[in-house]
């Protein structure tokens, strides 16, 4: 089996990659070869026996998006984006990026006629906009307050166009906050969620900019790559036209976050959070989706953490070696 | 007050330059300026005082976009579509018309800088695909089970974004069946709702190929027409963020239709219409939204027929003179 990752040097993509990779297989098949897209070149992938072709590509260019598809990968998960702040302050970049590019590489599958590969897109919650009920269902409107969730609900409505008109099988992920990120801090908004846990592991104090009563939406990196494993072998008739799918998530405030911290790393830890409200970040926040009803990916077996006690142990596990540092 | 209409020469641009003439104000300032495009140049608006362009124009090329908005009309009213049927046959020129074309528009717009217009898109009920509530409210999902649908939803969510960002005022009207259609019988699959009720008033037979059990939502041409002035005037604040719209209609049975006509039009007129079942129209018709609960375009002033007798004398009054032909 052929796969192609765009996106494949962020962090999902890597860890999308590692799974792939320690798997040796997907859907039954086993992996022989990987193309790797990214805006800078993904590293190859340690320890895979098949062909990794890594390039650095702009597929927001229609040639480079026909010269990705050109040896017809059977599996492609289309990761690539502008992320939210950046598209609504470049709305010209953002445009081109996360909608031309993705449009792009939906119209090289076409235009080779008759090949129809699992396309699995990485949307995001962000297609929905407050206000909202108190859990969102799977038949909620797609109303976006960002330029970023407006172009990947524009691509969710091409998805199931082209999966209805049978030029490919799409499958519409719309990720949790995606948490504990590794690395270190970023200005995305929503980097507190991670860095009010991963910092305080590492010994370091992390600021925390909004109230602890704060309601959230999360899953792990782990899960994530699961979820994109499992669109890749999900059933097309249980799927039916509404391709695009919830994912489900752990849904907590960022008091029962820290509690959870504290539970499993003691009180030294989790005191390194210093409590500093950024009233824009406060803001930015309280328009986010809290509570989903991700009622059909459950049905089709999409899975996540049970607890955000699990969430904290994931990235214990899988960043730090299984042990707190002390 | 300088307006351009889009799609012009078609059914319903045609009721609403007429209006607009008769009225000879938008918004309480005085018309003094039409711009009249379609594929075919519309023809010079009869009664008008002011300045009237009529052009043929392919709005999908940018240069024509840019020309068309290039004297900042105030208010645009985009109508211009590939229909239905057609955009779902040829796949590639309903996206071009549809979605290229309405995209080049709005950008158009967006290049003028510091321009800001009020926008009247002409959407549609196909942005829902089944299945449906028993009555679709304003926050139920756009998941369209067409190209034409989908064409539609994707620039709803640009007409949305282009809006929050300040680049236009958009307005997105989600319209109804529109019934009694002027003219002669057409291929359109919806189109026998207007002909069972126009070929009987002209003495000639009709083709019923539905059930008389099938439900559908439906406004005369010149509420359509209306929709879009009251659209032009509606308040901003009030729109808030979710800015398209499903517009009112009247929610009967085939079977009500034909009473009504009955009433109005008496027996002889009513035993005009021959069942003939079609397969292809049952199947089609059955994924068509039934019923809506257009709450929000009532809450903002939007008005329909209060009845479908009201929906036939409409038809009777505005392209009958009044009189049933004997």
Same mark, same amino acid.
């Given at each position: 089996m052929h796969i192609l990752i765009t996106g494949a040097a962020g962090m999902i993509g890597r860890k999308l990659t590692e799974r792939l990779v320690r798997d040796g297989a997907l859907n039954g098949q086993p992996i022989d070869r990987l193309t790797l897209l990214d805006v800078s070149t993904p590293s190859r992938p340690a320890g895979f026996k098949g062909r990794a072709d890594c390039a650095a590509v702009d597929i927001s260019d229609p040639a480079a998006a026909r &010269?990705?598809?050109?040896? &017809?990968?059977?599996?492609?998960?289309?990761?690539?984006?502008?992320?939210? =702040?950046?598209?609504?302050?470049? %709305?010209?970049?953002?445009?081109?990026?996360?909608?031309? =590019?993705? %449009?792009?590489?939906?119209?090289?599958?076409?235009?080779? !006629?008759? %090949?129809? #590969?699992?396309? /699995?897109?990485?949307?995001?919650?962000?297609?929905?906009?407050? #206000?909202?009920?108190?859990? /969102? #269902?799977?038949?909620?409107?797609? &109303? #976006?307050? &960002?330029?970023? =969730?407006?172009?990947?609900?524009? /691509?969710?409505?091409?998805?199931?166009?082209?999966?209805?008109? !049978?030029?490919l099988e799409g499958v519409g992920l719309r990720l949790p906050n995606i948490v504990v990120r590794p690395g270190g801090p970023n200005k995305a908004a929503s980097g507190f969620f991670s860095s009010i846990i991963r910092e305080p592991l590492n010994g370091q104090e992390a600021v925390l900019p909004v109230d602890e009563s704060v309601l959230s939406w999360h899953a792990s990196p782990r899960s994530a790559a699961g979820f994109f494993v499992h669109a890749a072998g999900v059933d097309r008739q249980a799927l039916g036209p509404r391709v695009n799918l919830t994912m489900p998530g752990v849904c907590c405030t960022v008091a029962e976050e820290i509690a959870a911290l504290r539970r499993i790393a003691g009180d030294k830890v989790a005191s390194r959070i210093r409590r500093e409200p950024d009233p824009l970040i406060v803001r930015m926040v309280a328009g986010w989706p809290k509570r989903l009803d991700p009622a059909r990916a459950l049905a089709l077996g999409f899975r996540v953490e049970a607890s955000f006690d699990e969430i904290v142990r994931v990235h214990i596990d899988d960043e730090l070696g299984g042990k707190i540092p002390s």
């Open positions: &010269t990705a598809v050109a040896d &017809t990968p059977e599996v492609i998960f289309h990761l690539a984006a502008v992320v939210s =702040g950046e598209a609504e302050l470049d %709305y010209e970049k953002g445009f081109r990026v996360n909608f031309q =590019g993705s %449009y792009a590489l939906l119209e090289a599958v076409r235009a080779t !006629g008759g %090949y129809r #590969p699992r396309f /699995i897109f990485a949307s995001s919650l962000a297609v929905f906009g407050a #206000p909202f009920p108190p859990a /969102i #269902p799977d038949d909620f409107c797609t &109303t #976006p307050l &960002t330029s970023y =969730g407006t172009q990947k609900a524009m /691509i969710e409505l091409l998805l199931a166009d082209y999966s209805r008109r !049978g030029f």
